[in-house]
Nanobody, 127 residues
Framework: QVRLVESGGGLVQAGGSLRLSCAVT????????MAWFRQAPGKERDIIAA????????QYSDSVAGRFTISKDNGKNTAYLQMNNLKPEDTAVYYC????????????????????WGQGTQVTVSA
């Protein structure tokens, strides 16, 4: 059974940086695309970054483009989200997700295509 475990969340001041990690276990191949979602209190869960299984292509929401970077280390079966210049509005629970369907190496899935989820990690940015 595939399992995703996030780590790296915490409290940071505005302008600071954090790196989230998502370790994937229970999968023998690394041909799965990854994404990061976030959910702020009272709001829906939104996709903010996604990458193809190869890491060749990535997409970002307007709210994080230029500040966040998604990456994937296929040798370690781990995905990362480097978050720089954090703002108070970035405060949310962050979830990693995997699309376990085998697709093209440059294909970046859309939000509904991600079907395996981690438990979430809290990120709080103080003003």
């Amino acid at each position: 059974q595939v399992r995703l475990v996030e780590s790296g969340g915490g409290l940071v001041q505005a302008g600071g940086s954090l790196r989230l990690s998502c370790a994937v276990t229970g999968r023998t191949s690394n041909t799965y695309a990854m994404a990061w979602f976030r959910q702020a209190p009272g709001k829906e869960r939104d996709i903010i970054a996604a990458t193809s299984w190869s890491g060749l292509e990535s997409q970002y929401s307007d709210s994080v483009a230029g500040r966040f970077t998604i990456s994937k280390d296929n040798g370690k079966n781990t995905a990362y989200l480097q978050m720089n210049n954090l703002k108070p509005e970035d405060t949310a629970v962050y979830y990693c997700a995997a699309d376990l369907t085998i697709r093209g190496d440059a294909y970046v899935p859309q939000a509904p295509e991600f079907d395996s989820w981690g438990q979430g990690t809290q990120v709080t940015v103080s003003a």
